[in-house]
């Protein structure tokens, strides 16, 4: 289950956005060929990654913010990127193309001493936009709650696309990463829950300023937790039904 667009179309052209995705996909082809070679994939990544017991250790920071640009597979940046275009442009409309880089960058960081905090003596390489993305979708519930997102549902043969209220979508994100987080062992699952739950978190907090500018109550009162302006009306999804033969 993924989200694959919102109904909450941008008015201005999204500069930060598409940069942070080209920025990405460039330095994730850098990387591509030494991926194939796990020693090589090391030393690429050992002054760029984020190494838990290095900031606590030796008090080095740089992994923080040059691990956000990092990925580690195919899967892993799609995603990332994915998440990054339906729910980046609306708060790049809310804060500028200036204030949206520097909050994502600050979610980014947010999340990575979240990391840091939950696992401070590990010495697993940490890699990822998804920090950061998560900050931008914690700020995209803040602002809009109750806009519509559509979500590809794919169960063995069973597809559809559901559409649900971003509250819906987001909070059950921010659950999992939680329930994950508490559930598996510090880097025993390839996934730094925490970091995502941290940026989710400090992205909420780092749009109540936006939001409050906006009405904060107020702002939810007049839209009713909508986009301030009409919703992306889509064709019917022409994913075919799968019968299931007699």
């Known amino acids: 289950m993924f989200p694959i667009r919102d109904h909450n179309p941008s008015h201005g052209t999204p500069f930060v956005v598409y940069a942070l995705i080209a920025l990405n996909v460039l330095i994730f082809f850098v990387q591509l060929p030494y991926m194939a070679d796990d020693r090589a994939l090391a030393k690429f990544w050992a002054d760029r990654a984020l ?70 003596g590990s010495t697993v390489p940490t890699v990822g936009a998804s920090g950061a993305i998560a900050g931008v979708m914690g700020g995209y519930l803040l602002m809009f709650p109750r806009a519509k997102v559509d979500i590809l549902v794919i169960i063995v043969i069973f597809i559809r696309i559901f559409t649900l209220p971003a509250w819906i979508m987001l909070g059950l994100w921010f659950a999992l990463q939680v ?12 996934v730094a829950f925490w970091a995502h739950a941290g940026g989710f978190v400090a992205g909420l907090v780092l749009a109540l300023p936006i939001w409050v500018r906006r009405g904060g109550p107020g702002f939810w009162a007049r839209t009713q937790g909508r986009p301030p302006h009409p919703d992306t009306v889509y064709l019917p999804s022409r994913i075919p039904t799968v019968r299931r033969r007699r």
């Open 51 to 120: 190494y838990p017991v290095l900031v606590t250790d030796h008090f080095s920071y740089t992994g923080i913010l040059t691990s956000m640009f990092l990925h580690a597979g195919w899967m892993h940046i799609i995603g990332n990127m994915l998440f990054l275009w339906i729910f980046g442009d609306n708060l790049e409309d809310q804060m500028g193309h200036f204030g949206f880089l520097v909050f994502y960058l600050a979610s980014g960081i947010a999340a990575a001493f979240a990391h840091v905090y939950s696992a401070p």
């Open 179 to 190: 329930f994950s987080g508490l559930s598996t062992p510090l880097d025993g699952g390839g």
